[in-house]
Nanobody, 115 residues
Framework: QLQASGGGLVQVGGSLRLSCAAS????????MGWYRQTPGKESELVAT???????NYADSVKGRFTISRDNAKSTVYLQMNNLKPEDTAVYYCNIKNRLVGLDGWGHGTQVTVSS
């Protein structure tokens, strides 16, 4: 189970920090990440991080967003700086381990950037 928090309304150029804590039986090897979706569009990968610390970002957020993890707490964070109106979306956290068929999703959290 994934519990996300931290969304909200912010002005252009502002910052928000999203958190997502996983609970239950979680394999130590996994990829946690964030995706986002706006109405009428497909879900977009924002950033992912492996338990070993490897990260991956969408080009649109590179240099502005930072993903991090606390493996002891099974929690992933997304620090979002210099937010733009196009970052407005529902953000979903995800945890994956394809070897064991794990693909879990948290409830979405709304991020709205006003201009």
């Amino acid at each position: 189970q994934l519990q996300a928090s931290g969304g909200g309304l912010v002005q252009v150029g502002g910052s928000l920090r999203l958190s997502c804590a996983a609970s239950g039986s979680i394999p130590s090897i996994n990829v946690m990440g964030w995706y986002r979706q706006t109405p009428g569009k497909e879900s977009e990968l924002v950033a992912t991080a492996t338990n070993g610390g490897n990260t991956n970002y969408a080009d649109s957020v590179k240099g502005r967003f930072t993903i991090s993890r606390d493996n002891a707490k099974s929690t992933v964070y997304l620090q979002m700086n210099n937010l733009k109106p196009e970052d407005t979306a529902v953000y979903y956290c995800n945890i994956k381990n394809r070897l064991v068929g794990l693909d879990g999703w948290g409830h979405g959290t709304q991020v709205t950037v006003s201009s």
